[in-house]
């Protein structure tokens, strides 16, 4: 009875939270036009605070609107307010093979990690720009948290860790900050505007709890009848 009884909460806060887990999607876009000064570690750094959100990041996605620049000069990083670190960009193309990178001119691209080709080598399957010689499309971000200064060699070996699935389950009220820089000097782009697309999905509502609660408590009281009935 006791086993059964548990399968049986255990179910209903299952369905409970899949009854009420629906997500709620926020899109966040910064105009920011600035140019990011060339060959300066400084860089931009953005901060945005995010209040009354609900739940936690289930998916997150982020937009990029460059114009102009280098591309293989470009360092870019996300830090989350509660855990979370995505490598957005680290001197794009640079390899062995190729140690000045991709000299394209800007990006107009969304990065995911849904997406099915990593941005660091995107000459290396089809791409895209557009009329101003922006990369275009949805891209999984680099992700190589080594120094942008590395050897060309090491962007070959490095492992692609710090994504944007590291900021899924994470809060996200708090202080956001993105930042890019141009390390290395000879062109500079404009950062015309950056964007913060966020799913969160609700904790397990109150009702669910309320359910089990309920489950559990009719348990004892049907198992106080039967010891009842049993003494009788």
């Known amino acids: 009875m006791k086993n059964t009884l548990i399968a049986v909460a255990v179910a209903a806060l299952t369905c409970g939270s899949t009854a009420s887990a629906q997500t709620y999607n926020t899109n966040l876009i910064y105009t920011v036009n600035q140019v990011i000064p060339d060959g300066d570690f400084s860089g931009l750094a953005l901060s945005t605070n995010l209040t009354g959100m609900s739940g936690t990041v289930s998916d997150l996605t982020l937009g990029l609107n ?26 794009v193309g640079v390899d062995l093979a190729n140690p000045y990178g991709y000299e394209d001119s800007g990006f107009s691209i969304t990065l995911g990690s849904a997406a099915a080709s990593n941005v660091h080598h995107y000459q290396a399957t089809g791409f895209t ?8 499309g949805f891209w999984a971000p680099d992700g190589r948290n080594i120094s942008p200064l590395s050897p060309p060699a090491a962007f070959d070996t490095a492992p692609v860790t710090a994504t944007l699935d590291s900021f899924v389950g994470t809060n996200p009220n708090g202080l956001w900050t993105f930042y890019i820089a141009d390390v290395s000097g000879g062109a500079s782009g404009i950062l015309e505007s950056w964007e913060l697309s966020l799913t969160t999905v609700p904790e397990p509502s109150t009702l669910a709890l309320a359910i089990v609660g309920g489950l559990l408590l009719g348990g004892v009281f049907r198992r106080r009848k039967q010891v009842k009935a049993i003494n009788q």
């Open 66 to 91: 460059i114009l102009g620049g280098n591309n293989a000069d470009l360092y870019a990083y996300l830090a989350g307010p509660n855990g979370g670190f995505a490598v957005l960009l680290n001197r």
């Open 129 to 136: 720009l557009n009329g101003n010689d922006q990369l275009t």
